[in-house]
C-alpha cells in the first residue's frame, strides 16, 4: 500500500509539473479502439467519457460549469502555463484530479485522473481492475508498454498505468495541447 501511495504521489508531482504544458504530445498513436466513446456536444472532444459524482467530465471542454457542480475542490495548484498565455490549474478532490489550460478567457480540461478505487470509466474499469479486464471492456489498445495501455480517440487518450501487475493511475488525456 505505501509503495502504491508513494507512485501515486510521484504521478501528482509529475502532474503538478506538466499543469497546462500537455506532456503527451511526443507519443506517437494511430487510431485505435472507438468503440466505447462519448461526445460533449457542448464545448469538449469527442472520446472517452467519464463522470464523477453525476457530472460529466470531458477533456477540453470548459472546466468552470464542472467545478460549479463539483464543488470546493480539497487543494488547488495554480502555475503559469508553458502552452500560452495565463495560468494552468490542478484541482484536486477525494478521488479524481483535474488540470486545465487556458484557452481565451476559458480554462479548458487537459487532463483528468482517477485517483481512487471509488470511481470508474463508463465501462467500470477501477484502480482494481486487471489488464485483462481493461482489455476485455475497450479491446485492443493503440499503444501498449511494459508499464501502460493506451487507447487514443480523436484528440483524446485513455491511459492505463502499471506497477508491475498492479493498476495505479487511469488518465484521460488531451491531445490538442
Not at 21 to 50: P, R, Y
Not at 92 to 115: F, H, N, S
Not at 129 to 140: F, M, N, R, T, V
Request: hydrophobic share 35%; net charge negative; proline share 3%.
Amino acid at each position: 500500500m505505501k509503495k502504491k501511495l508513494l507512485t501515486l504521489g510521484m504521478i501528482g508531482a509529475m502532474a503538478l509539473s506538466l499543469v497546462a504544458c500537455g506532456g503527451s504530445s511526443d507519443t506517437k498513436v494511430i487510431e485505435g479502439n472507438t468503440s466505447s466513446t462519448a461526445t460533449n456536444s457542448e464545448t469538449g472532444a469527442a472520446g472517452f467519457g467519464f463522470s464523477y459524482n453525476g457530472v460529466e467530465i470531458s477533456v477540453d471542454a470548459d472546466v468552470a460549469p464542472v467545478l460549479e457542480k463539483l464543488g470546493e475542490p480539497k487543494e488547488e495548484f495554480t502555475s503559469p502555463s508553458c502552452a500560452g498565455q495565463g495560468d494552468g490549474h490542478l484541482y484536486t478532490y477525494d478521488d479524481i484530479q483535474i488540470q486545465t489550460y487556458p484557452e481565451g478567457d476559458k480554462d479548458l480540461i487537459l487532463y483528468v485522473a482517477l485517483r481512487t478505487d471509488n470511481v470508474a470509466t463508463k465501462e467500470g474499469i477501477d484502480l482494481s481492475s486487471s489488464k485483462e479486464d481493461i482489455l476485455a471492456a475497450y479491446g485492443d489498445p493503440t499503444e501498449e508498454t511494459s508499464s501502460s495501455l493506451k487507447f487514443r480517440h480523436g484528440d483524446v487518450i485513455l491511459v492505463f498505468i502499471f506497477d508491475g501487475d498492479s493498476l495505479i493511475s487511469i488518465e484521460y488525456d488531451s491531445l490538442k495541447n
